[in-house]
């Protein structure tokens, strides 16, 4: 089997690789941590690197805290639909919202802030939950002329595959790199996540299948 090498107008995605995603943060997903060796790996293959960063204001509409007589993991109706509501994390200008201190990717040329509209979440580095919200990652990418994109970090079953989902719709060549993500998989949400990526043509590779610099 040939190892892949991405192509110089493809771009490696890094969503939400956060305080508040690890071990120890607000709203940890199990083994969060892994992803960061794995990431500083691959990240020499690619020329193009966009960061993303869970950005929310204090008393954010996805907080759990923010809804009377609600419970973290919950789920309620926003205006736009259903919405899970979480514990409070990632908040604008605390530790819980920094990137992880051990992400190295010195050559990432893009951070994207995204969940700071105080009323709309945004699991998407492209659209928020609203669905009608750009947050200009699209645009970005398509003027630098980037075709192919590949997503990796924090959650499996909500970021990294809103993100990836919605780099399909706009067009791009969209893979995940499984082992570069870890999962919340609350109800199913892993597999129902993966089912929906992969009918919707998003490639689940390995970082075992790059070439490496
Ligand atoms: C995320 C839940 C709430 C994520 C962000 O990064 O997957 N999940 N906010
Ligand atoms: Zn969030």
Redesign the pocket.
């Known amino acids: 089997m040939s190892l892949i090498t991405p192509a110089p107008d493809a771009a490696l995605i890094v ?2 690789v ?1 305080n ?2 690890c071990d120890g943060g607000n ?1 940890a ?1 199990a083994g969060g941590a892994q992803v960061v060796p794995i990431i500083n790996r691959l990240a020499p293959a690619f020329a193009n690197i966009v960061i ?1 960063q ?1 950005w ?1 204001p204090a008393g954010h509409a ?1 907080f759990a805290s923010a809804h009377h007589g609600k419970a973290a993991f919950d789920t309620t109706e926003m205006f736009y639909g259903s919405q ?1 509501l ?1 514990p409070d ?2 908040v604008q200008g605390t530790p819980d919202a920094e990137l992880h201190a051990d992400l190295h990717l010195p050559t990432a040329q893009l951070i994207i802030r995204k ?1 700071f509209h105080a009323g709309i ?1 945004s ?1 998407s580095a492209f659209m928020e939950a609203d669905r009608q919200t750009q947050t200009g990652l699209q645009a970005y990418l398509k003027q630098r002329g980037i075709r192919s994109v590949y997503v990796v ?8 595959a ?1 993100t990836a989902l919605d780099a399909r719709t706009a067009g791009f060549d969209t893979s995940v790199i499984e082992d570069a993500c870890r999962a ?1 998989d609350m109800n199913g949400s892993l597999a129902a996540a993966w089912a929906q990526m992969q009918s919707q043509g998003v490639k689940r590779l390995q970082s075992s299948s790059f070439q490496l610099p």
Do not use: K
């Open positions: 969503v939400d956060q508040g995603f709203l997903v993303t869970d929310h996805s899970v979480w994390h990632c969940g979440d699991y970090g924090l959650a499996t079953d909500f970021c990294v809103w919340i």
